[in-house]
């Protein structure tokens, strides 16, 4: 009982810890994304054609650029995306993969299901060890 206390509560610390460290980069990601839709609406509101303008370019060839049209269903800056932020930031800080250091070398089971061995289990000398985690459809 008092173990599992104590590895709940380091978890816990653990969680409180992450969410102080990346929330200074995710407020960081939030502005970004309200800038980038802020540009994009100025953008169009200073870029809106007269109507002189706008009979000449439909007798000339069509535009290079589609219309701009911001919209709710095409903003950066919605409480959806900056869910996806806030979680893929939580992902990276979490992972167990670092540039520069080990490899991790998760467990894995056979395909009779009976024997568990490590990945690096599998790596033959100084021969790189390649996981392909490909497709066959």
């Given at each position: 009982m008092l173990h599992s206390l104590g590895v709940h509560t380091l978890q816990l610390l653990t969680q409180a810890a992450?969410?102080?460290?990346?929330?200074?980069?995710?407020?960081?990601?939030?502005?970004?994304?309200?800038l980038l839709d802020f540009l994009c609406i100025r953008k169009k509101m200073l870029m809106?054609?007269?109507?002189?303008?706008?009979?000449?370019?439909?007798?000339?060839?069509p535009p290079d650029d589609p219309p701009v049209c911001?919209?709710?269903?095409?903003?950066?800056?919605?409480?959806?995306?900056?869910?996806?932020?806030?979680?893929?930031?939580?992902?990276?800080?979490?992972?167990?993969?670092?540039?520069?250091?080990?490899?991790?070398n998760p467990e894995v089971i056979q395909l009779d299901g009976q024997k568990r061995l490590r990945i690096l289990d599998f790596a033959r000398g100084k021969r790189p060890l390649i996981l392909n985690f490909g497709s066959c459809t």
């Open positions: 992450a969410c102080i460290f990346l929330f200074p980069r995710f407020l960081l990601t939030a502005v970004m994304l309200w809106m054609p007269t109507a002189e303008e706008v009979a000449s370019a439909s007798e000339g060839p911001v919209s709710d269903s095409n903003r950066m800056f919605t409480l959806e995306s900056l869910k996806a932020v806030w979680h893929g930031q939580k992902l990276d800080f979490f992972k167990s993969a670092h540039v520069g250091s080990l490899a991790p």
